[in-house]
Structures are given as C-alpha cells and as structure tokens.
C-alpha cells in the first residue's frame, strides 16, 4: 500500500513537472519585442522611427506614413533614400517632439518612382548627420484596406499659369508743378 501511494506521488510529481515544467527553461513571450501595427520600426541615436510603412496604388508614387520621435534638444533632418538609392527624401523633427507624417491632416513624404511591389517589402534606408543609418525593410499597402483607403498618395495637380495677354506700352509721366 506504501509502495503503491508512493508511485502514485511520484507519477503525479512528474507529469505536473512535465507539464509545467518546460516554462521554467523557455523564453518567456510577453518579453520578447515586436511591432504591434502594421509598420516597422528603427531607432537611430536620437530618433526614433515607429509604424513606418508606405502606401502606393501603383508601385511609383508612394505615401510614407510614420512617426519620428526626436529626444535631442536640436531640430533634426532624417535623410531617407529608396529604389537602390536612386531617390532621396528629407523630413524635419524639431527638438524633443513626435511628429507624425502621412496622415490626411499631416505633412506627406511622398516618395516618387519608387518601383515598389505593392504587398511587398520596400528597403529604405534612414540616416541623418553622421549617425550611422538603418535599412528598414517598409511593408507597402495599398488602399483596398479601409484604414488606409485615405492615405493613398495622389498625383500632384498643376497649378495654371496665367499667359501674357499683351505687350506693355510707355505712357507719360504727368511733369510736377
């Protein structure tokens, strides 16, 4: 009767450390660090970039959508080049702020022959003064998704310039009395 009481403990013991026991060695979820959006994310010295991704209804014409944190006291222009560095864009953060860029009510990066797969991934490397930069690796969207219907970048429209309509001609100064 002991001997049966004590196998029984000790069955128990080991199916309770073997069902509970593999979180003892395992690496625990909740602490490993992921994008919780759609975008990526890099930090370059005094700037950080979050939930950056690129909108694009044809491949060429591209919507940059991010927000830049900036935890220096000086103002700060991000360099970002694409399409093997064939094209550049800058943007501005001020010291010690978030801005956020692509939005409706927002400055636009507007990115233009990008050559980009839409649902792919598009390299952009960001860098500014002599930090080192980061290639990001920016998911592209398109506008199916609702929440990115609005953020699709339109061609930009002309502005019409006004045509000379005729040749100026002297006129006479009147002569003061």
Known sequence: MIARGAASAILIGGLLLGTTGCSL????????????????????????????????????????????????????????????????????????????FGQPDEDSVILTDADVEIGGLMPLYAQYGDTPGKELLVPVFDGSLGEYSTLVPTEPTSTPTAEPTGTPSP??????E
Do not use: H, M
Request: glycine share 8%.
């Open 171 to 176: 006129t006479s100064t009147p002569a003061a």
């Open 25 to 100: 060695f395992s690496e625990k979820a909740t602490l490993i660090q992921y994008e919780p959006s759609d975008g990526t994310a890099a930090n370059l010295g005094d700037i950080e970039l979050r939930n950056v991704l690129a909108i694009s209804e044809d491949g060429e014409t591209v919507n940059l959508v991010l927000t830049a944190n900036n935890t220096s006291d000086e103002g700060i222009f991000v360099s970002f080049q694409y399409n093997d560095g064939a094209g550049e864009e800058q943007l501005y953060v001020a010291g010690n702020s978030s801005k956020s």
